[in-house]
């Protein structure tokens, strides 16, 4: 599996594969799970999945350079929206805390926020040259969005509005691709090429 997420209220897992496919699973009572959907709407590897933070609606990303919206109709699910705008692989994608925003990383090198408006979601900004090799990984903390460069290096970037502003660059984070980005709290974590996991204090003096 090239990417798993179990987020919503417990009720749900979503996985997700190299076989283009998405599963959304039931989490049951006892702890066990049942397959709920299957979709096939990617024509390539799906790269990543995401809950939205509050609400039943499922993100993937994709080889395909698609972002797909998955909800959910009459107890089954649906690809409700198809959002284009990269040119290569989407690698992974972060919503913001209230989920009406996401940001979107790919190996064209930029970065993609989305916002919504009457449920739709539509892309108001992108930005580039900030990493010179693809982007693997996005995350969007309470006060920074940080993102993972093929360059070796994490950015950490403000958000104002839709625009994302560079706030510091840390170059050579590892010693190869940095893979993944997350927060906890004003601690970020970082993994890499290098089989090495770094936590990151962000300094808020």
Request: net charge negative.
């Amino acid at each position: 599996s090239s990417g798993i997420n179990a987020e919503y209220g417990g009720d749900y897992l979503a996985s997700c594969s190299r076989d283009k496919s998405v599963w959304i699973w039931d989490v049951m009572e006892d702890g066990e799970y049942e397959c709920a959907s299957v979709l096939q709407v990617h024509t390539q590897d799906v790269k990543r999945v995401m809950w939205h933070p509050s609400e039943a609606t499922l993100l993937s990303v994709s080889y395909d350079d698609t972002i797909r919206v998955f909800r959910e109709f009459a107890d089954d699910w649906e690809c409700t929206e198809t959002l284009s705008g990269h040119s290569s692989t989407v690698w992974s994608l972060s919503f913001n805390k209230t989920g009406d925003k996401f940001v979107t990383c790919s190996d064209d090198r930029t970065l993609r926020v989305w916002c919504r408006d009457q449920d739709k979601y539509s892309c108001k900004s992108s930005i580039c040259g900030f990493h010179p090799r693809p982007i693997y990984d996005v995350a969007w903390g309470s006060r920074y969005v940080a993102t993972a460069g093929g360059d070796n290096g994490i950015k950490l970037f403000e958000a104002h509005g839709s625009s994302l502003l560079l706030a510091h660059s840390q170059p050579d984070a590892h010693n190869g691709d940095v893979n993944a980005v997350r927060w906890k709290g004003n601690l970020l974590a970082s993994a890499g090429d290098d089989e090495v996991v770094r936590i990151w204090s962000l300094d808020v003096s």
